[in-house]
Nanobody, 114 residues
Framework: QVMFVESGGGLVQPGGSLRLSCAAS????????MNWVRQAPGKGLEWVSQ???????YYANSVKGRFTISRDNAKNMLYLQLNSLKPEDTAVYYC????????RGQGTQVTVSS
């Protein structure tokens, strides 16, 4: 079945960086677009970024210029580089097949706080 295992979250100070990873399995990874979505405390899921199989990328305005999505099709891995982190980036981050996050993993917690 489709599975995602996210890792790389943690506690970081404002302005800091993290790199999130997602190991995907159970489907043909290299032909599907992939997404990162997040859920802040007390809020709904928010789409963050998308990458297509040809490498084309899209970002939410709130993270554009600070986050970078990438993929390694040979390893079935999805990544999200988070730079210049802000307290409002605090959330559980999920990798997902769809932008709505209906098919997603268990997530990894990112907390931005001084």
């Amino acid at each position: 079945q489709v599975m995602f295992v996210e890792s790389g979250g943690g506690l970081v100070q404002p302005g800091g960086s993290l790199r999130l990873s997602c190991a995907a399995s159970g489907f043909t990874f290299n032909t599907d677009s992939m997404n990162w979505v997040r859920q802040a405390p007390g809020k709904g899921l928010e789409w963050v970024s998308q990458i297509f199989d040809d490498g084309t990328t899209y970002y939410a305005n709130s993270v554009k210029g600070r986050f970078t999505i990438s993929r390694d099709n040979a390893k079935n891995m999805l990544y999200l580089q988070l730079n210049s982190l802000k307290p409002e980036d605090t959330a559980v981050y999920y990798c997902a097949k769809d932008p709505m996050g209906l098919s997603r993993g268990q997530g990894t917690q990112v907390t931005v706080s001084s």
